[in-house]
């Protein structure tokens, strides 16, 4: 009933940008928090940046001062935009929502399938 996909990666320059998008669709009442993560090959899963509500967000070290993260409430989508890449931003990067569906729903997670990022010359 819910999906949630993530959008807009690809191959990217060494100092070039993306921005990625997180969809959540279906029956959605409320979103409380999308977390953007990251995993490379050979890595463990590193959470890259959060949105909790419309407005308080956190970062990892790695992606503070180049990535940013916000949201249409509307659109029910996050988005990531990452400047400045570096090769070892390469990874794929995937989104998880905490959401209810309706106004008595107990929260849950939900995951989308992860868009790869690539930086190279």
């Known amino acids: 009933q819910v999906q949630v996909v993530e959008t807009g990666g690809g191959l990217v320059q060494p100092g070039g940008s993306l921005r990625l998008s997180c969809t959540a669709s279906?029956?959605?009442?409320?979103?409380?928090?999308i977390h953007w993560y990251r995993q490379a090959p050979g890595n463990k899963r590193e959470l890259v940046a959060s949105?909790?509500?419309?407005?308080?967000?956190n970062y990892a070290d790695s992606g503070k001062g180049r990535f940013t993260v916000s949201r249409d409430n509307a659109r029910n989508t996050a988005y990531l935009q990452m400047n400045n890449l570096k090769p070892e931003d390469t990874a794929v990067y995937s989104c998880?929502?905490?959401?209810?569906?309706?106004?008595?729903?107990?929260?849950?997670?939900?995951w989308g399938q992860g868009t790869q990022v690539t930086v190279s010359s």
């Open positions: 998880n929502a905490r959401l209810i569906q309706t106004f008595a729903d107990s929260p849950r997670d939900y």
């Open positions: 949105i909790i509500g419309s407005h308080i967000t």
């Open positions: 279906g029956t959605i009442f409320q979103i409380y928090y």
